[in-house]
């Protein structure tokens, strides 16, 4: 069984900076992406970072505009866990942030539908 824990979320403080983690178990994804989305209550989920696997064991990572040069996905294929490290965070950053698989390669990257596995959400809460 297929499971992808998320954890790390909490309260901070607007310009503060949290540590998601996402632990994969029941199989390994180093060789597919993986991405984080999140769910502002009222709002659709949006995409927000993407670790791109790519034939020859290269990763590329893709951002969101709006969290571009403040936020860093990372993985430890050792660990079966991807990382969503943010730093200067502000209040819109508010959101669950739920991890994502997707087995398939290509085009989607972006897209919420495109993925196979998903966490159950941690809350990030950003106070002004």
């Known amino acids: 069984q297929v499971q992808l824990v998320e954890s790390g979320g909490g309260l901070v403080q607007a310009g503060g900076s949290l540590r998601l983690s996402c632990a994969a178990s029941?199989?390994?994804?180093?060789?597919?992406?993986m991405g984080w989305f999140r769910q502002a209550p009222g709002k659709e989920r949006e995409f927000v970072a993407a670790?791109?696997?790519?034939?020859?064991?290269?990763?590329?990572?893709d951002y969101a505009d709006s969290v571009r040069g403040r936020f860093t996905i990372s993985r430890d294929n050792a660990k079966n866990t991807v990382y969503l490290q943010m730093n200067s965070l502000k209040p819109d950053d508010t959101a669950v942030y739920y991890c994502?698989?997707?087995?398939?390669?290509?085009?989607?990257?972006?897209?919420?539908?495109?993925?196979?596995?998903w966490g159950q959400g941690t809350q990030v809460t950003v106070s002004s």
């Open positions: 029941g199989r390994t994804f180093s060789r597919n992406s």
């Open positions: 670790h791109r696997w790519s034939s020859g064991s290269t990763y590329y990572a």
């Open positions: 994502a698989a997707k087995l398939s390669t290509g085009v989607g990257i972006t897209t919420a539908t495109r993925y196979d596995y």
